[in-house]
């Protein structure tokens, strides 16, 4: 694909959302909206994205940190239009059209996106230059909170009214503007300069440029955007669970088509950035957040937590009530009741017994708990980390191994604090009196 640069808007503070914290920095499935919008244009190809910030600039930046933007700052949130005309220095870097959208837009793809590029980019017979502009629009029975798309009778774009300035008329326009737009750098920063702030709001709307260069004789196009449902903004706490819930379906159905047998769909949450094997099969109220990976034939839940760095090898099965964070389990390892497994690197073919917990966190640093192949703990034992059980060793019910006490292959300890099983010696055969065995034939 040509080039072309991006402006993401993400100076606002979000009134609606009742927050202290930016709408922004709201997290759909674990990630905040500002990162999933980034995304989306980066991967799409923009380059470079321009990110607008302005209330909590340091904290929107920090949601970003380690991504090549160029960050511009918003010190008065003036509208959208200010914002956009804020960038147009470090828009000069820009080659070729310009993508503007905003941050509270967490579920557009790439594709989408490359869509409106290419449409914009479309060559039309008998157009002297190309668009100045092109806008995707979308149909929404319910438009609230959206600006209306305004058409002549005939069809022809007029222009966007935003809701707060629209007449009971324009209020019952189906047709919205989800705002997203490819402009023509060129056309875009002298319209936004002939922008005023005459609204209800008293802001330099971005959406009145569209009427500026269509007025102006420049060519606009609306295009109608693929999926509704991508296309969503977030400006309540509502609109968040809605966006949540249409990422959460959108994962667990990439995991069906992969070949994952999930029993409840509705019941079980996966953050994105998991991979899972096919034939692993996931039981309801299942937690799984992002970075886990699962092997394949595993079972996992019901009621189960994966934390970030958890990686299951084939054949594994954590059970209920079992949390596991940043560990390994290898193959036909099995953890399956009241389990919490932390830092821990744990071998293949182990039983974790029901309740076994390690306890990775001294009150100042986390340590790591090793158990190697074949190994098993007994009910209700602690593992005091850093510690480490050998190949095939073992430990009784209420075991508590202090740290750093590790347990050689091959042995067993017990009870508190957990000391190795010293065997009574093999019991030394008695002489037999010649009526004993006779009477336990008898019973036989
Ligand atoms: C905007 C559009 C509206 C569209 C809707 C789609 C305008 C005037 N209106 O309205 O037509 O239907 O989005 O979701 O553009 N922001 C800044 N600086 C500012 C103001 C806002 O950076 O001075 C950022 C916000 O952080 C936010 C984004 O711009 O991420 C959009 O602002 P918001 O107030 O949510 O606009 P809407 O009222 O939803
Ligand atoms: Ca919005």
Do not use: W
Request: hydrophobic share 40%.
């Amino acid at each position: 694909m040509e080039p072309f640069g991006a402006v993401l808007l993400a100076a606002g503070q979000g009134i609606r959302m009742k927050s202290e914290r930016p709408k922004v920095l709201h997290q759909v499935l674990g990630t905040p909206m500002v990162r999933l919008a980034y995304r989306a244009l980066r991967d799409a190809g923009a380059d470079p994205v321009i990110v607008v910030v302005g209330y909590q600039a340091e904290s929107v930046r920090q949601a970003l940190a380690g991504e090549p933007v160029i960050f511009v700052e918003q010190r008065e949130r003036k509208g959208t239009g200010h914002a956009v005309l804020l960038c147009e220095k470090a828009a000069r870097r820009v080659r070729g059209p310009l993508v503007v959208m905003y941050g509270d837009t967490p579920l557009v793809s790439p594709a989408t996106l490359e869509a409106l590029v290419a449409a914009h980019r479309r060559e039309r017979p008998g157009a002297v230059a190309g668009a100045a502009a092109t806008l995707l629009t979308v149909r929404l029975a319910d438009p609230t909170g959206y600006g209306r798309i305004i058409r002549d009778p005939r069809g022809p774009l007029r222009g966007i009214v935003e809701e707060a300035d629209a007449t009971p008329e324009q209020r019952r326009i189906e047709e919205v503007n989800p705002g997203f737009y490819c402009f023509d750098p060129a056309a875009l920063f002298p319209a936004l300069r002939r922008i005023k702030p005459e609204n209800r709001k008293g802001e330099y709307y971005l959406t009145d440029v569209i009427r500026i260069l269509l007025l102006g004789g420049a060519e606009v196009r609306a295009i109608p955007a693929r999926d509704p449902e991508e296309v969503l903004g977030v400006n309540s706490r509502r609109d968040l669970a809605a966006a949540t819930e249409a990422l959460r379906r959108r994962e667990i159905d990439r995991h069906l088509d992969a070949g994952v047998t999930i029993l409840d769909p509705a019941a079980t949450y996966i953050e994105p950035g998991v991979t899972i094997g096919t034939d692993t099969v996931i039981f309801p109220f299942t937690v799984i957040r992002s970075g886990v990976r699962i092997g394949r034939h595993c079972e996992v839940g019901p009621f189960a937590q994966l934390r970030s760095g958890t990686v299951l090898e084939d054949g594994a099965e954590i059970g209920n009530f079992v949390e596991v964070k940043r560990s390994r389990l290898g193959p036909h390892t099995k953890a399956k009741h009241l389990t919490y497994l932390g830092d821990a690197e744990v071998g293949g073919r182990v039983n974790i017994g029901a309740g076994t917990i390690t306890a990775n966190y001294d009150g100042t640093s986390k340590h790591a708990t090793v158990i190697e192949d074949g190994a098993s703990t007994g009910s209700g034992t602690v593992l005091i980390a850093p510690v480490r059980m050998g190949r095939g060793s073992r430990t009784g019910a209420g075991a508590i191994v202090p740290a750093r006490h590790d347990i050689p292959a091959g042995a067993t300890v017990i009870g508190v604090p957990a000391r190795p099983l010293i065997r009574p010696p093999a019991a030394v055969s008695r002489p037999t009196s010649g009526r004993k065995p006779a009477q336990r034939r008898g019973r036989a």
